[in-house]
């Protein structure tokens, strides 16, 4: 059983880790996201998804407490979300500019252990655990600029997980990637999920992606961002490439969210 279902081993309910209670966020003169309310629960792996404009990324940075709300509240764990907190790390689109290019893969991890005061000692040993981890383990004398973007991705994970996040946000992070590398970073994704029982909250524009990765799907209205769908991903665990979709709920799920966008854009 995940963690993040409604009833844990002891039978209690629990609580959200992450919660928006109407939250209106107003930038420029424009409101960006109005009345949006949703919890996250420890251990869920929610994806949002909807058409531009819909406001995925801003709800993304109110929950990393990059953004604070015009109206309304985002808590964690009860408490009001009032700036970044080192327990939840985010993972960019953009993985060219997340990472440092004149430190090499070892040197942007060991950037984290340094924010958390990590032992000058320790790091090594920790370094080579998350570069391993993540599927990079002969790469940490190489710089950004020498590794594909696939394995720059896997670096910026790599840092993120360095944090010993509770929450990980991701912002359409496999956007840029081919097909192929996508699909290989989803499933270790999923691994590295399933292994630390860590809450994520992950934006794409891609369907099957969130039907794939998910637990819930939160489908948003545009202008402004606001809930239209929220739908649970009934598949089993652990997902297949092959098989996971040819299942007929992914078919139907697929062919559900893609009403949804479409309608939204009309």
């Known amino acids: 059983m995940r963690a993040g279902n409604d009833v844990g081993v002891k039978g209690a309910v629990s609580r959200p880790l992450i919660e928006f209670s109407n939250v209106t966020i107003d930038l420029g003169g424009k409101s960006i996201i109005k009345d949006l309310s949703f919890a996250v629960k420890p251990g869920e792996f929610v994806c949002i998804i909807g ?23 985002v808590k964690f764990s009860d408490d009001a979300m009032t700036g970044p907190r080192r327990d939840i790390a985010v993972v960019f ?45 002969t790469h940490g004398d190489k710089y950004p600029a020498e590794m594909s973007g696939g394995m720059q991705q896997r670096l910026q994970i790599a840092r993120c997980l360095a944090q010993d996040p509770v929450v990980l946000l991701m912002d359409e992070p496999f956007g840029a990637l081919d097909a192929m590398t996508r699909q290989g970073l989803q499933d270790e994704v999923l691994s590295l999920v399933a292994a630390s029982g860590v809450t994520v909250i992950f934006v794409t524009h891609d369907l099957e992606e969130a039907i794939y990765l998910g637990d819930r799907v939160i489908g948003l209205l545009p202008h402004p961002g606001r809930i239209g769908i929220d739908v649970p991903v009934d598949l089993p665990r652990p997902r297949d490439q092959l098989a996971t979709r040819e299942n007929p709920e992914f078919l139907r799920l697929r062919r559900h969210l893609f009403d949804f966008i479409k309608a939204s854009e009309s």
């Not at 430190?103 to 080579?128: C, D, F, H, K």
């Open 93 to 137: 689109q953009d993985y060219g500019k997340a990472l440092l290019p004149w430190r090499t893969a070892a040197g942007n991890v060991s950037l984290a252990l340094e924010a958390a005061g990590t032992p000058t000692a320790q790091r090594q040993a920790r370094i080579g655990a998350l570069l391993a981890k993540v599927g990079l383990p």
């Open 51 to 73: 058409a531009s404009g819909c406001g995925k990324t801003t709800a993304l940075r109110l929950a990393a407490g990059l953004y604070q709300p015009t109206a309304g509240s």
